[in-house]
């Protein structure tokens, strides 16, 4: 098709791009620092992404009126070849650890050591405050006790512990991830062009989109407008890179095709930009669209990604209708070579490579049409039935790092010598008058193991309550009788509980650790007791944030999906002035999505062995995949759409297909070939969402859009249109 193009003077054809490039290169120069900045404003504490109303955000607020800074516990566990622990050993850690308060990332006064009862281990609590850099801390702590020459071996974990070890693993994303990442894209785009230019100029366009973005997203967060911690920040990286060259593939396809048609080159620029402007234009809005629908998650880490991820689109589109076109124009033809496109003239037919292997689809689906859209139907929904094994209702905090963790060792070792909630002990805010009632309902549970509060005038900070109490006055009566009556004490003094305003802090240790989801059912039993008998009671602690994360996250799956659903249509529809073929395209999305999670299932459970999954990972899944798997639609349908105008719907089907297949194709492998490298970094939730995302958008790519959508359009024929008006068949 001949396409007019309007004459523009030189100097215009030289000096605007080359302004568009000078603003990006200050952009990229600016934004590339930021890079290594960006982590400094990141957190990956749970409870920071808590709702308001959330039960244990309302604990973590109280808290502060029984200590005098919030603090996250580290907790050191001392063992020694499975051997019991001497006695001056023991005295040893105690005298040791003491010195531990000096240290500035400390709050108040470190606990006195907790000897198991085989013997074989001591615990230590040591409480670091919550703006304490892990980083520091962490290595300051493990060096102050090697260098103590204890004569025993030690972990440190805990909640603070799990946090320097998450820190740890999402160190890679300013490295390993992007060096990765970009290797992947560089070696596709070598294959999909052969060309020794073409690839640089599309990995450049990424990165100047990427560092404006991280640029954006830093100040974001600083002012504290958004909240982002290394998942997002990594899910950032990878959606940036693969829409751009998504963007880019698709633009610089249709330059290509144009050059045949234009001898000027800036025609040829000129005519596809405005072909292409519409499709890049709403596949990013869908994405936007998709993500901005996360506003209203009741989870901030969920809150942050839409934002941050709409950002990040924005400036992909942008940089691929700006940048990626002014350095095409400045390179001209010769940045194809070896296969520079020549001038055909311009009524020059759509030519595709010999070898190709889209006109054979074309004919498949044009001679086979309703067996093509029924076989593959069928294969959807028939893996689609594994979605039933999806075991999606959270991992305990010590499965989330993949490889090596001191501090799930030290879970280990605190699981098997002591009650599994120890040193981070189930909080209760309980009103003074109700505190024997509310300790009754707490000691019925089988998974309490001890009860405490925070007292004044104790050498420990607390005094035990209920059973506990009476379990330790028997037992000091007992020690009392055997060694006669001069040895008699109370190691608790004239301690009280501490009382402020009314209210008394209890400290539940819990059978199960902490971070499982055996913790997290039963705090719901405890939830519901204390409830009965005091509705102002309120239970927090690390398993109830996690319990609460859990809940969040099923929630913003009910209010989130269907908004995505919704606005997408709405897109849809604008974009193809249809309803119907808005409607089909999304249903064919949303079976892709569907067997792509029972996939996933399948092969978490039965070949990965994964634990479980967290509930937030069938969100993000349902997020990229509608999204990004609605944008490959977008590319084909619109390309049918402006030859169903000259063609006829059948034809411009077939013709659509030909025309897009490759560059459709080929940007899929780029995305998922990005997502996949987030399985480098070793966190299960990354490594579950990167094969989620990998395999669902080569589904998407290779079976929906090459032949589920196409033979369904052609066997509907122009009727798809409806209710706009229809071109011919």
Known sequence: MAQKTTSLPKWVRVLLPGAIILVWLALGGIGGPYFGKISQVATNDQSSFLPASAESTKVSNELQKFQTQKSIPAIVVFTKNDQKLPDDAVTKIKTETLKLSSLPEVSGSVSPPIVSDDGKAALVVINAKDDADYRVFVPELRNSLTSANLGVDFKITGPFGFLYDLGKAFEGIDGILLLVALAVVFVILLVVYRSPTLPFLVLLNSMFALSASILAVYYLAKADIVTINGQVQGILFILVIGAATDYSLLFISRYREELTRHKQTYQAILTSWKRSIEPIAAAGATVVAGLLCLLLSDLNSNKALGPVGAVGIVMAVISSMTLLPSLLLMGGRKLFWPRMPHFNGEDAALTVPKNSVWPRVARLVESHTRTVWIVSGLTLL????GILQLRADGVAQSDLILGPSDAREGQKLVDKHFPGGSGAPTQVIVAQNNVDKVVAAIEKDSDVATVYARANNSPTGTIPYGKTADKITAQIQQATKALGPQFAFNPFGNATPKVIDGEILLEVTLKSTSDSIDAQHTVERLR??????????????AAAIQLDVRKAALHDQMVVIPAVLVVITIILTLLLRAVFAPLLLLATTIVSFTATLGVSALLFNHVFNFPGADPSIVLFGFIFLVALGIDYNIFLMTRVREESLHRGTRK????????????????????ASTFAALAVLPILFLAQLAFI????????TVIVRSLLVPALVYDIGRKVWWPAKKPRE
């Open 652 to 671: 411009g089907v077939l013709v659509g297909l030909v025309a897009t297949g490759g560059v459709i194709t080929s940007a899929g492998i780029v995305l």
């Open 382 to 385: 028939v893996l689609s039935a």
């Open 528 to 541: 519901t007791a204390i409830h009965d008998v005091d509705t102002s009671a309120s239970v927090g602690g």
């Open 693 to 700: 995302v990998a395999f669902g958008v080569l589904n998407d």
